[in-house]
């Protein structure tokens, strides 16, 4: 027991003062590296904060002198160029950001500082001439009554300038005689930038880019765009109507500390020497206790197979576990020979094991690990992973060969499941006629059945690494979209299964396209993480064309209905010519015209339907009054209003003039949307309930047309589907499809909310 309790003193000491040590080393890198972190980033913080400041400064001049120049148009609307010139010069001091500045009164140039630049601008008109990025601009500052900034495009002539434009309206007077006209300063892009740092070389970089982009071109205004991928330290530029974002990064990285190597060198160094050094002593002291030490843990308490064979192959020593492993009593495996008691005599291959244990007993080193198939006392098979060695007499020849093994036979059975299973599915998705294929987290292809060769065309190492939107028809790429934030909102959804299955448009190697059925579904790593996309597809080409067949025949049927509707609207004129009809005879002779006008309707609006759905629907925008449009509907609805004891109540939120709501759009569209979606409402409504109309206009147009009554659940989903109804006999399911469809024809968009227990809401948004 003394001599145990002074080993482990003397082997605790080194490593104690080992770790000792290294945890000194750790300590000082540590803080060398955030001494130097701290340093630079205190650098890089400077500079970032000097650029903004500069780049404040030149934005924000700009934006004083249109302040001044405004207010001074407000009071003098009628200002000379003389005038112009006197004020301009005045203002302009001490601002050498400025190149020019111009005044266009009703959007022509009327006005410009220095008088070198009127005679190019002079007579020009904004919204017509110069840049297409420029126009755009003046229309969306006059639209919004907000001021607006042109950033230099590196791709146009214009590279040089930075444009802000501001809109003057009058006071005392309405839109459009209010709007005098536009402001625009020039600012010399260069010269702001260089004050600012940009595209200058030095210890810190810099780089300035807009956040969002409306034309979708490169966002990037001044500097290097590398530094955007260096993780750099950020700041945000606010300009008029958008917002600039100015970043900043060692020019080398943010490296570590230039002594780290040298702190980490001689650290290690001292952690290895010294500790090393102190157990090559207690090694010398300790040395025979550690031997006997070893051999008596190797034998009490090894988990493991421990065998020693002698030159012959006979088995000279094993330990307790192997001998409970193999089934054997205490003694009973000393002196068999391995091979034909634990080890077969031949492979599963026919290989000869005595042959392979006798090159191993003669050169061990040339197989020091291996695995081989064992056999316990009762027959059952098992698999052992052996790392040998070669036991050395005191002349130093081989005596034999020391053997020790882990059992690794779950290993070996999972590995042949795997096999087995990874030959099923492979046998499955090679036979298969659907095509089956994988994607991984950017939605690359990462496997694809050889059956999208023969549909498709394409060659397997044509398609895998490619992204699926390479494959895709434009419209499929829109709908390839939709169908991931389906995915994301279900796979949020903890009890619901993340796939869903839709019809994408796929492209060939001829050129053509083909229809394929896909479902989808998401997969998820262990740890519960997205790695990718499985998705099974189905040729379904010829059901597509199936559909655009009906859907042609369909749409001739309604044209070639029109010409006899001609003679029905038409005949009852002639027929009151001839004269002598009395009451009756008139009245159905009018019964026949409205009916032939309602149909001819219905088969224009079906026409209308199809051109909306095909995306060819020209709108003939009129100004309406929503509020006209509302009480027209509500006073042709008024018997049913009655006769379920209806309450109908309409109320406007925000702006609203001399008790009017109008908005652009086209009447019959727009009074048939809201007709379809009021009689909705008014049907859903149980008996002396209430339908509640709210307008709200903000930047658009809200309306919230909410009654009493649930959607059904069965129909939630398929709210606004073609053709989907909860109840057939009460309508064709058409109302809230073509109503989506009016909405979103116009550039807005229709929900329905039924978040709230009884009621139902559905919300109608237009720009």
């Not at 500079?47 to 001049?61: F, H, P, Q, W």
């Not at 309406?624 to 109540?649: M, N, T, Y």
Request: glycine content about 8%.
């Amino acid at each position: 027991m003394a001599v145990s309790m002074l080993k482990r003193i003397t082997y605790l000491i080194p490593t104690l003062i080992g770790l000792m040590l290294a945890v000194l080393v750790y300590v000082g890198y540590r803080t060398e590296q955030e001494n130097h972190a701290q340093t630079v980033r205190a650098k890089v913080v400077q500079t970032l904060n000097e650029g903004k400041a500069s780049l404040d400064s030149a934005i924000g001049s700009g934006i004083h002198l249109i302040s001044a120049m405004e207010a001074f148009l407000k009071v003098n609307p009628n200002l000379s160029q003389a005038q112009f010139a006197v004020l301009a010069d005045a203002l302009l001091v001490n601002m050498p950001a400025v190149r020019s500045l111009q005044l266009a009164k009703d959007d022509v140039v009327s006005h410009a500082y220095p008088s070198w630049s009127a005679d190019k601008t002079f007579g020009r008109k904004l919204t017509q001439t110069g840049p297409v990025a420029l126009r755009g601009l003046v229309s969306r500052a006059k639209a919004t009554g907000r001021r607006q900034i042109l950033a230099p495009d590196k791709h146009a002539l214009e590279a040089e300038e930075i444009v802000i434009l501001a809109p003057v309206f009058l006071p005392g007077k309405e839109l459009p005689e209010s709007y005098w006209g536009m402001i625009s300063v020039h600012l010399d892009a260069p010269a702001l930038f260089r004050s600012a740092g940009l595209g200058l070389s030095g210890e810190v970089l810099l780089a300035l880019r807009e956040r969002t982009t409306q034309d979708g071109r490169d966002s990037l205004l001044a500097g290097d765009p590398v530094v955007f991928d260096m993780h750099p330290l950020v700041r945000s530029v606010h300009v008029p109507s958008g917002e600039w974002l100015l970043a900043a990064a060692p020019s080398g990285g943010w490296t570590g500390s230039p002594h780290r190597n040298y702190i980490l060198a001689f650290g290690l160094l001292a952690v290895v020497l010294i500790p090393a050094s102190l157990w090559a002593v207690a090694a010398i002291i300790m040395g025979r206790l550690k031997d006997r030490e070893r051999y008596y843990q190797l034998v009490h308490s090894a988990k493991s197979i421990i065998m020693r064979i002698n030159m012959d192959g006979d088995i000279v020593f094993c330990n307790e576990y192997a001998e409970d492993f193999y089934g054997y009593k205490p003694g009973e495996l000393l002196g068999k020979p391995l091979v034909g008691t634990l080890v077969p005599r031949r492979t599963l291959e026919g290989r000869s094991m005595r042959r392979y244990l006798d090159r191993l007993l003669m050169d061990p080193s040339a197989h020091p690990f291996n695995e081989t198939m064992n056999v316990r006392k009762n027959g059952e098979i098992v698999w052992v992973a052996w790392a040998n060695d070669s036991v050395r007499g005191k002349d130093g020849s081989s005596v034999g060969l020391l053997c020790v093994g882990t059992d690794i036979t779950d290993r070996k059975l999972m590995e042949e499941a795997l096999r087995q299973r990874e030959k099923q599915y492979r046998l499955l998705a090679e036979n298969v006629s659907d095509i089956i294929w994988g994607l991984d987290a950017d939605y690359r292809f990462t496997y694809v059945s050889p059956s999208d060769e023969s549909v498709r065309g394409f060659k397997r190492p044509d398609v895998l690494g490619r992204h699926i939107q390479d494959f895709l028809t434009p419209a499929s790429k829109t709908k390839f979209k939709d169908i991931l934030r389906v995915l994301d909102d279900l796979a949020e959804d903890q009890e619901s299964v993340a796939s869903v299955t839709e019809d994408l448009e796929f492209t060939c190697t001829d050129g053509n396209s083909v229809w394929l059925e896909s479902h989808l579904g998401i997969l998820f790593s262990e740890e519960g993480e997205r790695i990718g996309l499985q998705g099974v597809s189905r040729d379904i080409s010829d059901r597509k064309l199936a559909e655009a067949l009906r859907e042609d025949v369909e749409r001739m049927a309604r044209h070639d209905l029109k010409t006899p509707l001609g003679a029905v609207i038409g005949l009852p004129d002639e027929i009151r010519r001839r004269g002598n009809l009395d009451a009756a005879q008139e009245a159905m002779l009018a019964t026949i015209e409205n009916a032939g006008a309602s149909m001819l309707e219905q088969i224009n609006r079906s026409l209308d339907l199809y051109k909306m759905e095909c995306g060819t629907y020209v709108l003939d925008r009129t100004t309406v009054d929503v509020l006209d449009v509302l009480e027209q509907i509500k006073a042709e609805a008024l018997p049913h209003i009655r006769e379920k004891g209806i309450s109908v109540g309409i109320e406007v939120i925000g702006d609203q003039a001399a008790g009017t709501l109008p908005v652009s759009a086209d009447a019959e569209l727009f009074r048939s949307m809201l007709c379809n979606l009021i009689l909705n409402a008014l049907e859903a409504s149980p008996e002396s309930g209430s339908v509640s109309i709210v307008l709200e206009r903000h930047d658009g147009l809200t309306i919230t047309i909410r009654n009493q009554g649930e959607v059904p659940l069965s129909v939630r989903e398929t709210f606004f589907d073609k053709y989907s109804t909860s109840s057939p006999a009460r309508g064709s399911g058409l109302g809230t499809y073509s109503a989506r469809l009016i909405a979103r024809t116009h550039g807005g968009d229709i929900a329905v909310e039924t978040g709230v227990p009884g009621e139902t809401s559905v919300i109608v948004t237009l720009p």
